[in-house]
């Protein structure tokens, strides 16, 4: 029997072509009598680092007690668009009672530390510099959670909006506590009640109404309730989250940010989970690796260690890591080399698996004659409306037989772009350009995604290419 026979059998409704989740391939595999294991990509690389020695879950759960420090909560800002995310995260730099005014410019490395002073006692607080949801979404796909607290921010004079409730409903999937800022109340008209009001349909109740979570009236623009809001966020850790960590062991954290620097090289700034980052680490952060040659705070301070959530900027990496890729420091630099190479390697594997899915002109007639599709879909895209308009005509008088449909889901005149391969991605098209080039970074997605693209500047050559496809009789290029 077909798989698909067999996964109806199960009560699932399948297509030849469609992707299965996980709890259907186990149900799949015990109907069968296989045991079906699935890898995740976090799976494959604990396995790889256990490969190294290092076993970083196993690592953090033989932490005793007297080995853990107080660490600073890290916090990250989101709420809708103009509701102040960006004056905000300012407004609290200047409120830092160590370097304040007088401690220079801070300089944008992706997240920074402030202090707060309350009843004599002065605690570090650390901000990731990056407001809204999309930067803690991104980060939180690879794996990474290096947010302790969310502060919601919401503007008294506009309300909860679409994005507000995008935040929040992101903060809390993640079981991250919410601090609610409500901003703007200097403005005339502002409500601050209201959002109190409209949030407790979300589940978010204002301690002073009885709730659990503290409310803060702000206005980001004149620098008031900003110490009440770094008092709530100190409260609000101290009410429920264990922010401990060892600094007393080699360092392992979260790339935040990072880019190629004219002068510097690769530089990215890290968040220091546990242990210590010091001067001369051997580090691997996702595929990159090196040893720190420097490091520099938010001021641009030159700075030799770093400990538990304190943000540093790293010089002395070989390539860019991406936002989210976890960092640890290894044993020597040839170990960090060799744990970036068998990632890289990793990667790669993935994405030639993940490429072979998609669908491409030359495989199109076997796939066709396995059953496996039943339409060609095209997307054009051409310099002038005229070509276009031309070539769509002539693809489409192509004569296809009887078992084949040719559609064209999309046209457009321009360079192909990053919304043309989400499509063609979704809709396992192939997208043929005439007379346009793909700005670099479209055809990076577009091998990534493993969508096929061509490029023709004569309409009968790529007439003759989609027969030819059509036909079985394309030879696949090498
Ligand atoms: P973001 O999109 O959430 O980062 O919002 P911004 O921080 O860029 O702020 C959007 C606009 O609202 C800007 O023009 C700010 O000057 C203004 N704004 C932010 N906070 C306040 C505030 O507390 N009071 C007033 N009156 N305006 C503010």
Redesign the pocket.
Known sequence: ASLVTVLFHLGEMATATQSLDEDTFEALGVELGYKIQIVSPEDEDKELLEDFGLDLDAELEAETDEELEPRAPIVTVM??????????LDAIRHADVISGEAGGITQHIGAYQVHHEHDGVTRAITFIDT?GHEAFTAMRARGAQVTDIAIL?V?ADDGVMPQTIEALNHAQAANVPIVVAV?????EGANPDKIRQQLTEYNLVAEEWGGDTMFVD?????GQGIDELLQAVLLTADAGLDLRANPNKDARGVAVEAHLDKGRGAVATVLVNSGTLRVGDAIVAGTAHGRVRAMFDEHDNLVTEATPARPVLVIGLTSVPGAGDSFIVAEDDRTARQIAEKRAAAERAAQLAKRRKRISLEDFNKALEEGKVDTLNLIIKGDVSGAVEALEDALLQIDVGDEVDLRIIHRGVGAVTQNDVNLATVDNAIIIGFNVRPAERVQDMADREGVDMRFYSVIYRALEDVEASLKGMLKPEY
């Open positions: 709420g809708h668009v103009d509701h102040g995310k960006t004056r905000l407001p921010v503007a901003n703007k109340v200097d403005k702000v206005s980001a623009l004149k």
